[in-house]
């Protein structure tokens, strides 16, 4: 075999890995897409969503809205007092925090400091809001960012309240 032909070869097996390594990417992408970064699925089939008897909504109101507050977080005092002034008919609305230094910072509403609270909501990312039905059971999650437009996250989460953000 000649010098000319084992490189042509080798360049070709190394050609065919790239294709199959590339083709694997994509393949785990699209999962991940379909799955993990798409809120209406359920990543993880055996993860237990349902959340303790704190968050549950009281007497009367259809559901809890959680959101996720950070003392560090520059965006979640903003966000907090948007919530606090929306129209919010039948809805629990709690704050949530890993520790009472935290919950200090927001002292307009119901605000829990509890680890476990935290540690069961947190995704990696404060602020968010998560909705929970009356058997603890997570409706939905969402991120809240700077540019986020509360009423229209609000009327997504809650589709049959109002979501009028003052």
Known sequence: MS????????SLLIAIFAVIAVAAVYSRLRALEQTALNPDTDRLADEDRTLPATLLPGPGQRATLAMLLDGGCGICQGVWESLQAADLPGVRLVGVTGDAGAAAAFAKGVVL?????????????????????????????????????ISTLLSELLPTGSSHAL
């Open 3 to 10: 010098l000319p032909l084992a490189l042509s070869l080798l």
């Open 113 to 149: 400091a509890d680890p476990d609270l935290w540690t069961a909501l947190y995704e990696g990312y404060a602020p968010s809001l998560t909705v929970i039905d009356g058997t603890g059971a997570v409706l939905a999650r969402r991120f809240v960012y700077g540019d986020t437009e």
